[in-house]
């Protein structure tokens, strides 16, 4: 995302897949919340350095690294989400000032952030307690998600054996770009 894609964000606000949240030297249990409630949705952005009424007030980028690096450890502790939401970070200059965009993808599992289950709704994270939102929402990601799915009457005849071999070099340098991409984001 470029500056003036950031703009227009900025200019449209708050919404079901946008959240502003400033951010000092270290993300919020706010933002937290909000990472839960966009897997459990349809996902968004989060952009950290950004108040709620779309100022850009900017982190300091002495602490970038150390902020993309708690959120991943946060999101990654079990204590802490029940399920491993997936995020991607990506910083942003604006105005001469840094924006951190952390991007949740819609999960193909309900989470919970401290044992409470979030869903957004417009532009607020709400916790569910409810038995009939979080069936409901269980429900939801089973139309969404197949990854959970058993096909009864799936056949290996139904399946093109003959792409295999042409499908696995290809799968293999995906593979390797993946890793080689990680990598290079997560290490100094």
């Given at each position: ?151 009864r009457y799936l056949k290996l005849s139904d399946f093109r054996i003959d792409l295999l071999p042409m499908m696995h070099p290809i799968m293999r340098g995906l593979n390797m770009k993946l890793r080689m991409m990680l990598m290079n984001r997560y290490l100094p």
């Amino acid at each position: 995302m470029n500056a003036a894609e950031l703009a227009a964000v900025l200019e449209r606000g708050e919404n079901i897949s946008v959240e502003f949240k400033r951010c000092g030297v270290q993300p919020e249990p706010d933002v937290f919340e909000t990472v839960c409630s966009f897997n459990n949705r349809f996902g968004g952005s989060i952009f950290l350095g950004v108040l709620d009424d779309g100022t850009v007030q900017g982190i300091n980028r002495g602490q970038a690294m150390s902020i993309e690096r708690n959120l991943v450890n946060v999101v990654n502790n079990p204590k802490v989400f029940n399920v491993a939401p997936a995020i991607e970070t990506e910083r942003i200059e604006y105005d001469d000032k840094l924006v951190i965009r952390v991007w949740v993808p819609a999960g193909p599992s309900v989470v919970s952030f401290k044992h409470v289950i979030y869903d957004r709704v417009d532009d607020v994270d709400r916790s569910i307690t409810s038995e009939t939102q979080i069936a409901q929402m269980h429900i939801r990601k089973q139309n969404h998600f197949n990854e959970q799915c058993v096909y009864r009457y799936l056949k290996l005849s139904d399946f093109r054996i003959d792409l295999l071999p042409m499908m696995h070099p290809i799968m293999r340098g995906l593979n390797m770009k993946l890793r080689m991409m990680l990598m290079n984001r997560y290490l100094p």
